[in-house]
């Protein structure tokens, strides 16, 4: 299990593989990558910055890996979030989950993603036309996040 919370950007197929490098015990590998995009709530977006607690956020998302790993079976985790000035097109996160089948690698993956947007104490401030402003909690990642507690897993 791996969280790093970092500026630069990341190679998604070279953390898969190394992920994968000597462990044959893996059957299959679900990775999502999150991309900055240039619109948000109807206004163009010219960039984000996004802020965060050193120490506190990465326990945050340990944690939310730990809930995974009891949930599912997940032979590794990782999880890497950048944070500062980032533009549209930049990666903005990558989720990586090795299980020995598919189906726990994707619903692994997917709580992740879905517990990262919601309970992951980040802060962001897009830059728009109108001015800066902080990015809000969805609804949707909300009602995303609540059908893992809902799902009784």
């Not at 598919?102 to 309970?119: P, V």
């Amino acid at each position: 299990m791996s969280v790093r919370v970092q500026s630069e950007d990341f190679d998604a197929g070279a953390e898969i593989a190394r992920m994968r490098r000597g462990n044959p015990k893996i059957g299959a590998v679900a990775a999502f990558v999150g991309v900055v995009r240039d619109v948000n709530e109807g206004d163009s977006v010219a960039g984000m910055t996004l802020e965060h607690y050193p120490g506190m956020t990465e326990r945050s998302i340990e944690a939310i890996v730990t809930q995974a790993r009891a949930r599912w079976r997940v032979l590794d985790a990782l999880v890497i979030h950048r944070i500062g000035a980032l533009a549209p097109t930049d990666q903005i996160v990558l989720v990586v989950v090795a299980a020995p089948h598919r189906g726990d690698a994707f619903a692994a993956c997917e709580f992740l993603m879905d517990y990262l947007k919601t309970r992951a104490p980040f802060w962001k401030k897009e830059r728009t036309p109108g001015g800066s402003r902080w990015v809000e909690a969805r609804t949707s990642d909300e009602e995303a996040a609540a059908r893992w507690e809902q799902a009784g897993r």
